[in-house]
C-alpha cells in the first residue's frame, strides 16, 4: 500500500475495512481473522484511536511476528504487510475458505470494531453460499460518469471526514464499493446520479391514511433516490403527519414528537439497511395510521436467524450497506438497533414496537392515544367527575416527564383509578405505571389516600 491511499484511508477513520492499533500486539490476529471472515479490510500499525499518528517501523521481526500469526490461523491467511509513511499497513483479503480463526476463536467485523462470534453467529453468517451477494454486483452500462459528485459531497459532508483533492475513483475504492473501474450496486444505491435507471425498485414510498385501515389515502410521496435521500425524505414525511408539542425551557423551545423520532429513525435505517434489494417490483413502505406508524421492507430475518435469537443477534444482509450507514453516523457500532427502539417508546410511556417477518419485515410503532385524538380507554364508571381541561396542579419547581405528565393528567380525571387502568388508559404495562407512580412520590407532587381497595390519588398542590 503506498502512503497516499493509507492517508486517505486514515481519515476516514474506524470502518468496517480499517482498524487502527497503536503498536503491534499478538492479539492482532482477532482483527485479522475478523477481516478475513467478512469483507476483507487493512490493519494500521501505528495509529491512535483517534486517528493520530504514533508511528510503526516495519522491521524484519516484525514482519516474522505478524507473518507467524497469519499462517497460525485456521485455515492460513495470506495478507500483504508494507510500510505505508510513517505507519505499516496488513492489507488482508475476504477469505475463500470462511470461517477463520485464530488462537482466541472466531472474530467477524461490525462497522468499525472486531467482536467475537457464538457458535450460533458462525452458523448463520459463513453458511457456504457461491452466489454474489447484491450489494456487490455490478450493472454492466454504469459507468463513472454516472456517478453523482454532489452525493459524494454530500456523504463526505455527513460523514465528517477531510480527504482532500481525491479522484472518485480512489474514493469509491477506498468504501469498498467500487472493483477497478466497475461500481458496485452499494455504490450505486449511495452515489448515482439516476438511481432509478440502473436499480428500479430501490425506492421507498410513504403514505398516510385516514383511520386505521387502508381506505383512505390523503398523503402520498414516492422517491426513487440513493439511500441517504430516501432516509431524510422519510423522516421529513413522518414528522410531517404525526403530532407534536413544544416545551419551553428557559428562553428554548423544545419539540416533542409523540413518537420519539430517533425510534422511528432507527427502524426506516434499518429497512434501508436489511431489505433485500434483489427483489424487483418491491419497495420501502412507510405507513401512517391514526393509532399506529408501520415501516414495511421487503426481505424477512436472514436465513437461519431464528425469531427467538431476533433483537439479540447482529446480523447484517447488506455488509456494505450497512457500513456506509455507520460511515455517516447514521446506526449505532453494535447493532443495538432493536433493543434502542424498544427502550426509547418505554421511556417515553408508549407501547413497545412490534416486530413481524414473513416474506417482509414490519417494524410497528402505536403512536400516543392522548396526543393522536384518540380518547383513553376508561369505562362509565370511570368516568371523571371533574373538568377535563382542568391541569394538574404540581409545585413549580418540579420537572416532569412526558409519561409523568401524561400519567397526573389520567389521574386527575379519574383519582380512583387502579394501577392497571391506568396502564390500559396509557396503553402501557403495570410494571412501568408502577415504576413511574413511585418516582411521582419521590418528587412529592402524588400521594396514596386510604387502604389500596377503596382509597384514592391525590395531586398535591
Same mark, same amino acid.
Given at each position: 500500500?503506498?502512503?497516499?491511499?493509507?492517508?486517505?484511508?486514515?481519515?476516514?477513520?474506524?470502518?468496517?475495512?480499517?482498524?487502527?492499533?497503536?503498536?503491534?500486539?499478538?492479539?492482532?490476529?482477532?482483527?485479522?481473522?475478523?477481516?478475513?471472515? %467478512?469483507?476483507? =479490510?487493512?490493519?494500521?500499525?501505528?495509529?491512535?484511536?483517534?486517528?493520530?499518528?504514533? =508511528?510503526?517501523?516495519?522491521?524484519?521481526?516484525?514482519?516474522?511476528?505478524?507473518?507467524?500469526?497469519?499462517?497460525?490461523?485456521?485455515?492460513?491467511?495470506?495478507?500483504?504487510?508494507?510500510?505505508?509513511?510513517?505507519?505499516?499497513?496488513?492489507?488482508?483479503?475476504?477469505?475463500?475458505?470462511?470461517?477463520?480463526?485464530?488462537?482466541?476463536?472466531?472474530?467477524?467485523?461490525?462497522? =468499525?470494531?472486531?467482536?467475537?462470534?457464538?457458535?450460533?453467529?458462525?452458523?448463520?453468517?459463513?453458511?457456504?453460499?457461491?452466489?454474489?451477494?447484491?450489494?456487490?454486483?455490478?450493472?454492466?452500462?454504469?459507468?463513472?460518469?454516472?456517478?453523482?459528485?454532489?452525493?459524494?459531497?454530500?456523504?463526505?459532508?455527513?460523514?465528517?471526514?477531510?480527504?482532500?483533492?481525491?479522484?472518485?475513483?480512489?474514493?469509491?475504492?477506498?468504501?469498498?464499493?467500487?472493483?477497478?473501474?466497475?461500481?458496485?450496486?452499494?455504490?450505486?444505491?449511495?452515489?448515482?446520479?439516476?438511481?432509478?435507471?440502473?436499480?428500479?425498485?430501490?425506492?421507498?414510498?410513504?403514505?398516510?391514511?385516514?383511520?386505521?385501515?387502508?381506505?383512505?389515502?390523503?398523503?402520498?410521496?414516492?422517491?426513487?433516490?440513493?439511500?441517504?435521500?430516501?432516509?431524510?425524505?422519510?423522516?421529513?414525511?413522518?414528522?410531517?403527519?404525526?403530532?407534536?408539542?413544544?416545551?419551553?425551557?428557559?428562553?428554548?423551545?423544545?419539540?416533542?414528537?409523540?413518537?420519539?423520532?430517533?425510534?422511528?429513525?432507527?427502524?426506516?435505517?434499518?429497512?434501508?439497511?436489511?431489505?433485500?434489494?434483489?427483489?424487483?417490483?418491491?419497495?420501502?413502505?412507510?405507513?401512517?395510521?391514526?393509532?399506529?406508524?408501520?415501516?414495511?421492507?421487503?426481505?424477512?430475518?436472514?436465513?437461519?436467524?431464528?425469531?427467538?435469537?431476533?433483537?439479540?443477534?447482529?446480523?447484517?444482509?447488506?455488509?456494505?450497506?450497512?457500513?456506509?450507514?455507520?460511515?455517516?453516523?447514521?446506526?449505532?457500532?453494535?447493532?443495538? =438497533?432493536?433493543?434502542?427502539?424498544?427502550?426509547?417508546?418505554?421511556?417515553?410511556?408508549?407501547?413497545?414496537?412490534?416486530?413481524?417477518?414473513?416474506?417482509?419485515?414490519?417494524?410497528?410503532?402505536?403512536?400516543?392515544?392522548?396526543?393522536?385524538?384518540?380518547?383513553?380507554?376508561?369505562?362509565?364508571?370511570?368516568?371523571?367527575?371533574?373538568?377535563?381541561?382542568?391541569?394538574?396542579?404540581?409545585?413549580?419547581?418540579?420537572?416532569? %416527564?412526558?409519561?409523568?405528565?401524561?400519567?397526573?393528567?389520567?389521574?386527575?380525571?379519574?383519582?380512583?383509578?387502579?394501577?392497571?387502568?391506568?396502564?390500559?388508559?396509557?396503553?402501557?404495562?403495570?410494571?412501568?405505571?408502577?415504576?413511574?407512580?413511585?418516582?411521582?412520590?419521590?418528587?412529592?407532587?402524588?400521594?396514596?389516600?386510604?387502604?389500596?381497595?377503596?382509597?384514592?390519588?391525590?395531586?398535591?398542590?
Amino acid at each position: 500500500m503506498n502512503e497516499k491511499k493509507a492517508k486517505i484511508l486514515i481519515r476516514e477513520g474506524e470502518t468496517l475495512t480499517v482498524e487502527f492499533k497503536t503498536k503491534y500486539t499478538s492479539r492482532i490476529d482477532e482483527d485479522i481473522v475478523a477481516f478475513a471472515n %467478512t469483507k476483507g =479490510g487493512t490493519l494500521f500499525l501505528g495509529v491512535h484511536d483517534d486517528g493520530s499518528i504514533a =508511528g510503526e517501523h516495519l522491521t524484519n521481526d516484525l514482519k516474522a511476528k505478524i507473518n507467524s500469526l497469519t499462517q497460525n490461523c485456521k485455515p492460513p491467511i495470506s495478507a500483504n504487510i508494507s510500510r505505508a509513511g510513517k505507519v505499516v499497513a496488513i492489507e488482508v483479503p475476504e477469505g475463500t475458505d470462511k470461517p477463520y480463526s485464530c488462537s482466541s476463536g472466531y472474530f467477524r467485523r461490525l462497522n =468499525g470494531t472486531t467482536q467475537k462470534m457464538s457458535h450460533e453467529e458462525i452458523k448463520i453468517m459463513f453458511r457456504e453460499c457461491d452466489i454474489i451477494p447484491f450489494e456487490e454486483r455490478t450493472v454492466k452500462r454504469f459507468s463513472l460518469h454516472d456517478v453523482s459528485k454532489s452525493k459524494i459531497n454530500t456523504f463526505i459532508k455527513e460523514a465528517g471526514i477531510s480527504v482532500g483533492r481525491i479522484a472518485t475513483l480512489d474514493f469509491l475504492r477506498s468504501l469498498k464499493v467500487s472493483d477497478d473501474a466497475k461500481v458496485k450496486n452499494a455504490g450505486i444505491l449511495f452515489f448515482a446520479k439516476n438511481v432509478q435507471d440502473y436499480l428500479p425498485q430501490a425506492q421507498i414510498t410513504m403514505v398516510a391514511f385516514k383511520g386505521t385501515d387502508k381506505f383512505n389515502i390523503y398523503d402520498r410521496h414516492d422517491v426513487r433516490d440513493d439511500l441517504l435521500t430516501q432516509l431524510n425524505e422519510a423522516m421529513a414525511f413522518i414528522k410531517k403527519h404525526i403530532n407534536v408539542r413544544s416545551e419551553i425551557i428557559g428562553i428554548n423551545r423544545r419539540d416533542i414528537y409523540e413518537i420519539p423520532l430517533e425510534a422511528i429513525r432507527e427502524a426506516v435505517v434499518n429497512a434501508l439497511m436489511h431489505r433485500d434489494y434483489s427483489v424487483m417490483g418491491t419497495q420501502i413502505n412507510v405507513e401512517i395510521y391514526d393509532d399506529r406508524v408501520e415501516i414495511i421492507n421487503p426481505g424477512g430475518l436472514p436465513r437461519g436467524l431464528s425469531k427467538k435469537a431476533f433483537g439479540t443477534m447482529s446480523v447484517r444482509r447488506n455488509e456494505i450497506i450497512a457500513d456506509m450507514f455507520f460511515r455517516i453516523h447514521k446506526v449505532e457500532r453494535l447493532g443495538m =438497533g432493536i433493543k434502542r427502539m424498544r427502550k426509547m417508546m418505554r421511556e417515553a410511556g408508549l407501547k413497545e414496537p412490534e416486530f413481524d417477518a414473513n416474506g417482509f419485515f414490519k417494524a410497528v410503532f402505536y403512536r400516543s392515544p392522548e396526543l393522536a385524538g384518540i380518547p383513553p380507554r376508561i369505562t362509565p364508571q370511570e368516568t371523571p367527575q371533574v373538568t377535563p381541561q382542568v391541569p394538574p396542579q404540581v409545585p413549580p419547581k418540579v420537572t416532569l %416527564t412526558e409519561l409523568e405528565s401524561r400519567i397526573l393528567k389520567v389521574i386527575a380525571q379519574n383519582p380512583r383509578i387502579s394501577r392497571n387502568k391506568l396502564a390500559d388508559a396509557l396503553k402501557i404495562g403495570p410494571d412501568t405505571v408502577k415504576e413511574y407512580i413511585n418516582k411521582l412520590k419521590k418528587k412529592g407532587v402524588l400521594r396514596r389516600i386510604g387502604k389500596t381497595s377503596g382509597g384514592y390519588w391525590e395531586i398535591v398542590k
